[in-house]
């Protein structure tokens, strides 16, 4: 996002304080479908049917109408879609920064997708036998050229879900970003009971949980490419139950926007709070039905005011115009340019387990 893009985005959330309603970040879950079945999700078995691309092209005209200014797609995997880079270019073609959520599987196949997006996350959890473990056989080495595809052509970030077969391995994880040139995510364990599929096995124990998210605190500060904010990983560092993903009341220190600043639409239209409602928000209407405002307007209702999702936890604090988380998402996203300008002509050969020479406890 330009300067501008920033400014305006600011604006916004500073309205936003005195209580004006917009749209200004939506996800959108394109799809149901998906090239993989992780064991900790079950999206793909909604199997649902696509909208079509007019549909999406026009719930975005109506997305922009209302004001959003960033769309983040979803899925299942959006590359399921034949449509997905005329989708992708229509949204920046009406002013949007399109920021794309992938497995990897298809983009080796599909690296146009590349100059039609302005951000790409890719999931990824770590060295082989681990994210293995908790995706599915031979998808590392899916995710693996799908790094090697993307390096120095996008702006890249990964998310790794945390888990017991990862979170030994977040070093792994840095040497492996400093190679393909990209910052990374951390999340816990936290699809709700309609989406999310067996994590018996792969749930850490609360201690656990709370070591790894001190690591990685320490890891941040050491200069390591870690882009979460260090106030959500001190936050996350003190959840009380992590098998309690939302809370009904405050705990990071602001409360939360969905609903004013930022929703999710979901594969079938329907327009919810955020990702973590979908199917647990009985009042939430179907764009195709009543128009994308009105089913924004719907969503105002929040039964929680805290989660440990990584991505509404940053948003609620840039909407809550706290400088020094935005100051550090600023700062990454200028290291992630800097990293793939870096990459453009070259990949350095890290081997994992090797020290790169940035400072990793
Ligand atoms: S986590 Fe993502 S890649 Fe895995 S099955 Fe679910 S939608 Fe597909
Ligand atoms: S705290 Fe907000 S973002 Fe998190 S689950 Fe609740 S409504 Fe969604």
């Keep these: 996002m330009n300067l501008f893009g920033q400014i305006s985005m600011g604006i916004d959330a500073a309205l936003g304080l005195f209580g004006r309603r917009k749209p200004v970040n939506v ?4 799809t149901d479908n998906c090239c993989s079945r992780c064991n900790y999700c079950q999206i793909p078995d909604q199997g649902r049917p696509d909208l079509s691309t007019a549909q999406w092209k026009d719930l975005f005209s109506q997305m922009s109408e209302a004001g959003t200014r960033r769309i983040g797609v979803w899925g299942g995997e959006p590359l399921m879609r034949n449509d997905i880079t005329e989708l992708c270019a229509y949204a ?11 497995n990897g599987y298809i983009l080796p196949a599909k690296p146009e997708i590349l100059t039609n997006i302005d951000h790409l996350v890719l999931a990824y959890d770590g060295p082989e036998k681990a994210h293995d473990s908790n995706r599915e056989e031979g998808s590392h080495a899916k995710v693996t050229r799908a790094m090697e595809t993307a390096s120095g052509k996008v702006r890249l970030w990964t998310i790794t879900v945390l888990t017991r077969h990862n979170m030994n391995h977040l070093d792994h994880i840095m040497e492996t970003a400093l190679k393909y040139g990209f910052q990374t995510t951390f999340q816990s364990l936290h699809h709700n009971e309609k989406l999310g599929g067996d994590t018996s096995g792969m749930m850490p124990s609360d201690e656990e949980y709370r070591n790894v998210y001190r690591k990685l605190l320490t890891l941040k500060n050491n200069g390591a490419p870690v882009a979460n904010s260090t106030r959500y990983l001190k936050s996350l560092a003190k959840w009380p139950d992590y098998s309690t993903t939302r809370l009904t009341e405050k705990f990071h220190g602001v409360k939360c926007r969905a609903g004013k600043m930022y929703c999710n639409i979901d594969a079938d239209g329907k327009v919810y709070p955020c990702s973590l409602l979908i199917g647990l928000y009985p009042s939430s209407l179907n764009a195709l039905d009543t128009g994308f405002q009105k089913a924004f307007n719907n969503t105002l209702e929040l039964p929680c005011q805290a ?13 809550s115009l706290q400088p020094g988380v935005a100051l550090q998402w600023n700062r990454a996203v200028r290291e992630t340019d800097r990293m793939m300008k870096a990459n453009q002509h070259s990949i350095k050969h890290v081997v994992p387990g090797e020290s790169s020479g940035n400072q990793h406890s």
Aim: hydrophobic letters at 30%; aromatic letters at 18%; a negative charge.
């Design 27 to 30: 996800m959108v879950s394109i």
């Design 92 to 102: 920046r073609e009406l002013g949007m920064y399109v920021s794309l959520d992938s």
């Design 307 to 319: 989660c440990t999702a990584s991505c509404y936890t940053e948003y609620n604090y840039l909407y």
